[in-house]
Nanobody, 123 residues
Framework: QVQLVESGGGLVQPGGSLRLSCVAS????????IGWFRQAPGKEREGVSC????????YYADSVMGRFTISRDNAKNTLYLQMTNLKPEDTAVYYC????????????????YGRGTQVTVSS
């Protein structure tokens, strides 16, 4: 069964850090790009970051560039999103999803979205 499970969210003060994890099962992680997405209440889902399968190329939304870092450990079937200098506007449910080989800016081209993990940035 193909599954992606996100974890690591929580409540953090502005300027704080969190590391999200995405554990993959049921497929060969090496063959897939993994994207992180988020959705805030009343807003559309937006792409945050992606890491490709082939060359490990990484991509970031302008809003998180320089603050978030995506990485993957294929041996552990796990993806990470290290988030630093968090801002209240980063508050959202964060999801990971997969796409064969390469990243895409279109979230509809991804599959296997998990249930997400809530990130709340508030003082």
């Amino acid at each position: 069964q193909v599954q992606l499970v996100e974890s690591g969210g929580g409540l953090v003060q502005p300027g704080g850090s969190l590391r999200l994890s995405c554990v993959a099962s049921g497929f060969t992680l090496d063959d897939y790009a993994i994207g992180w997405f988020r959705q805030a209440p009343g807003k559309e889902r937006e792409g945050v970051s992606c890491i490709s399968s082939s060359d490990g190329g990484t991509y970031y939304a302008d809003s998180v560039m320089g603050r978030f870092t995506i990485s993957r450990d294929n041996a552990k079937n796990t993806l990470y999103l290290q988030m630093t200098n968090l801002k209240p506007e980063d508050t959202a449910v964060y999801y990971c999803a997969k796409r064969y080989l390469y990243c895409s800016g279109d979230g509809l081209q991804y599959e296997g979205y998990g249930r997400g993990t809530q990130v709340t940035v508030s003082s």
